[in-house]
């Protein structure tokens, strides 16, 4: 089989080119806000704990070779925690390196081709596969090579890295989906269909999903396509990053991802848009397959085995919470094991332990990154399979619930509310002596720390999201119970929630459940066990939410593990400014991309549209972008006069008055050279410090001419007229109505507004509550403002500001 380069040199030497900027960084030559997003989209993460950052990798469908993983353990010996963290979408993690070690690990990484450009960041991230792909005895065909092949185009594209938001891709080796595909944003699911075309009689093909996603709004993918050919799944993945770069929101984070797109359209016309972008894909690429062929000659077409399954034969139905530990293959004679360390966390040591035997057998042994914060090793005789057991028996587990997910939680993530790791251990403690028919009761649990999924809670048959429940004794950490999520095929379901319970009593609650399970529903599979004794569920739920007064039960007032009373102190929501930033080097680099392919339209547009979102101008339309561009930057006096004139001839051009820009080549790069340049001056307070370029252009036009930012200030003041009201109170200050307006676009429309004002003077702005509440006053007061009050609303606050000196 051939395997895909997977590293190509451009990605290459940027990532070695991180430590020059890591330099400059550390050498003050570049401010934190400008490299955060830097080192963001080059998975380097600060985690809540100030100093520390966590490394993610890009692990392709989970291949990792031994020479990798011992580089990779060299790295968390010698650089991290000496635990290396296995995710759930097939990653590993370092964690505790210091930012001045992180460029070290990189390109330690990269002497062993692993790649983490792109592992955060708004760019197809790691593509992941059924962990079992290629030896499971009932999967349809082996899908590693679509995970590499699609790695591989993204990776040499240097506009896949400059997305709305990021965008998942998933390839299952069967309808039960094991790779989830049914949640991603792009999901393919193996099936073959009877073919005279070929020897075997049959073709390969996927079912492809759009649209599914966890987190916030989440949803399960729909169907657009009940079979594609092997070989049309590039056009498919590249069809949607265009639809996603199209139709995605890049003002609202939180709604930017293709699942928002379909909730926002609708199936129809979600599936119509991607349908033309399909096809424009297909008439202006011509992909090369060789790699397909090729592995279609290697892997001796269908195998007789999987010959036998089809679309409908497929059982996906669990048939009991216990794990098969020899997992027997399709190649006869061969196993898999899987280890699971407990919340995802393998030691170094235990690293070395694996290497080492994996070295002194003389199969071929390879190992999988499981989506399931595990491991598997594949390819063993059934004599090392059972060596394998005997030796590892700490990390293998017959008991679904012992093989549970925990995300990284409030410890390190720094969006985390609950310690979801120590729930998840103390779970474990609670079921150490169970007897055993107790014990398999229950399937494992997915747990994540808040109510975004990366514990996956929403697919989860036995899942917890973790709150902050407010008392009048103070916050209680606390779990939202949700049962009977599942992918797959056939009736896939987002996990719905039953209830809350305070963290502290979960454990008990689990036990009790479990016990509830064996008395009533012991024949039954987990999902049919809550369906039929719903009522009694239910009841055990409400039982164990009971949140007593702090002197009666203080315990309630700690989270699991915790020595100090419960607090979301630490939590940092997404900050506005960076949100902006992140806006504006989107379309910067896109512009620059653009331009290097001589794009001219398509970089003009994307540079003059980079930086109206610092005046809170929103809009698509080509023909506002330049108008708005010409009265903010041209006519400031930030670039030459007669960048309006050029104006005018994209949009000629654009409407095919006239064929072709290269005659204007010169200007449009210096348009972009000029964004570019009032990005690079731009002051943490978002201010452009660029030196103007014709400040008696300036002047004539009526322009402030001010050094620095403040000339803004008078043309930005109509943009927000409309919002105005009179003082509605009657406390003498103007209100601002910016309900309705997504963050980060919001604070720029409140620095805008600001920026009107006279030192001291008093704005209130109308705000929706939730993430513009959560955000808007953090960053405003980041600023130097002061807040002077908050009033609740209906759904909105009234935000009241007192402009800073
Ligand atoms: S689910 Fe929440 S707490 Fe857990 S890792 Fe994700 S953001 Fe952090």
């Given amino acids: 089989m051939i395997k895909e380069n997977l590293t190509p040199t451009e990605v290459t030497s940027d990532l070695y080119d991180f430590r020059n900027k890591l330099n400059e960084y550390l050498e003050g030559k570049m401010e934190d806000f ?47 925690s000496k635990n290396v963290h296995l995710t759930t979408r097939q990653d590993v993690q370092l964690h505790d ?36 792909s290629g030896v499971s005895s009932d999967e349809v065909f082996d899908v590693t090579p679509y995970a590499r092949l699609v790695t591989r185009h993204f990776l040499t594209d240097p506009s896949s890295f400059n997305l709305p938001r990021k965008y998942k891709i998933a390839f299952s080796n069967s309808e039960k989906d094991t790779a989830n595909a049914l949640v991603a944003d792009l999901g393919f699911i193996a099936v073959i269909r009877e073919s005279d075309k070929s020897e075997s009689g049959y073709e390969k093909g996927f079912i ?32 949607m990053k265009r639809f996603f770069e199209a139709e995605g929101d890049r003002t609202n984070k939180n709604k930017a991802r293709i699942r928002h797109i379909l909730i926002r359209l609708g199936e129809e016309k979600f599936t ?28 001796q077409q269908i195998d007789a085995a999987a010959a036998q399954v089809t679309a409908t034969q497929v059982d996906t139905k669990s048939t009991d919470e216990k794990e098969e530990l020899l997992i027997k293959q399709k190649q006869p004679g061969y196993y898999s094991v899987y280890l699971h360390p407990e919340n995802g966390n393998i030691s170094t040591t235990d690293l070395k332990d694996l290497i080492d035997f994996l070295e002194s057998i003389d199969d071929s042994a390879d190992i999988r990154i499981s989506n399931t914060q595990g491991l598997y090793v594949r390819n063993l005789r059934k004599d090392d399979a059972v060596g394998l057991l005997k030796i590892f028996k700490e990390l293998i587990y017959p008991y679904k619930i012992d093989n549970s997910i925990a995300c990284a939680g409030a410890s390190t993530c720094k969006l985390g509310l609950c310690l979801s790791q120590n729930l998840l251990k103390s779970i474990k403690e609670k079921f150490e002596n169970v007897n055993p028919f107790i014990k398999s009761q229950l399937p494992r649990a997915y747990i994540s720390g808040c109510p975004n999924s990366c514990g996956q809670h929403q697919i989860g048959k036995l899942a917890f999201s973790g709150i902050a429940r407010r008392t009048k004794d103070g916050l209680v950490p606390t779990y939202v119970v949700h049962f009977n999520g599942k992918v797959g ?42 369906q039929e004794n719903e009522t009694e569920v239910t009841e055990l739920i409400e039982k164990y939410s009971v949140i007593e007064p702090y002197d009666e039960n203080p315990d309630l007032y700690y989270d699991v593990g915790a020595t ?24 910067i680099e896109n512009a620059r991309e653009n331009l290097e392919q001589n794009y001219l339209y398509e970089a003009s547009i994307s540079a003059a549209r980079a930086l109206l979102v610092l005046r809170g101008i929103d809009t698509n339309k080509d023909r506002e972008i330049f108008k708005a561009f010409v009265d903010h930057f041209v006519k400031e006096g930030y670039l030459k006069a ?24 010169e200007d449009i790069k210096y348009l972009v050279k000029k964004v570019e340049d009032m990005y690079g001056s731009l002051n943490p307070k978002l201010e452009i410090t660029l030196p103007k370029e014709d400040d008696e252009e300036s002047d004539k036009d009526g322009s402030s001419g001010s050094s620095g930012d403040g000339s803004r200030a008078s043309s930005s003041k109509d943009n927000i007229q409309d919002n105005i009201q009179d003082n509605i109170d009657g406390e003498g200050y103007e209100i ?30 109308y705000l929706d509550q939730g993430e513009p509440m959560d955000n808007v006053p953090k960053s405003v007061e980041g600023e130097g403002h002061t807040i002077k009050e908050i009033k609740e609303f209906d759904g909105y606050s009234l935000l009241v500001i007192e402009k800073a000196e």
């Fill in 642 to 665: 007669d960048i309006e004139d050029l104006t005018g001839i994209l949009l000629d051009y654009k409407l095919g008055d006239i064929s072709s820009l290269e005659a204007y080549q």
């Fill in 272 to 299: 119509e848009l991607f349908e033309k972008k399909l096809q424009e894909v297909k008439e202006d690429k011509q992909f090369d397959l060789k790699v397909l062929e090729n592995n279609d000659n290697n892997d």
């Fill in 736 to 765: 601002v109505d910016l309900r309705g307006v997504k963050c980060p676009m919001n604070f720029a429309k409140v620095k805008v507004s600001l920026s009107t004002k006279e030192p001291g003077d008093v704005v209130g702005f």
């Fill in 34 to 80: 400008r490299f955060k997003p830097y080192r963001v989209a080059r998975g380097v993460y600060e985690q809540r704990k100030s100093g520390t950052y966590m490394i993610r990798t890009r692990i392709v469908a989970g291949e990792v070779s031994l020479e990798q993983l011992k580089e990779i353990v060299r790295l968390a010996d010698n650089y991290a």
């Fill in 97 to 132: 390196v210091r930012l001045e070690d992180t460029a070290e690990v990189i390109e330690g990484l990269l002497e062993v081709g692993i790649l983490t450009k792109g592992t955060g960041g708004n760019t197809p991230r790691n593509v992941v596969a059924s962990p079992l």
């Fill in 489 to 530: 095929t056939k009736n896939p379901k987002l996990a719905q929630k039953y209830g809350e319970i305070p963290a502290k009593k979960l454990p008990k609650f689990l036990l009790n459940l479990a016990r509830l399970k064996y008395n009533n529903g012991n024949r039954w599979e987990f999902e049919k066990f809550v």
């Fill in 208 to 239: 492809v999903y759009g649209g599914g996603g966890l987190g916030n709004n989440p949803s399960c993918g729909i169907k657009l396509k009940d079979f594609v050919p092997v070989s049309e799944v590039l056009y498919y993945a590249e069809a």
């Fill in 564 to 587: 100090e009373l419960f607090s979301i102190e630490g939590r940092s929501p997404g900050e506005c400014s960076l949100g902006i930033m992140e806006v504006i080097r989107t379309d």
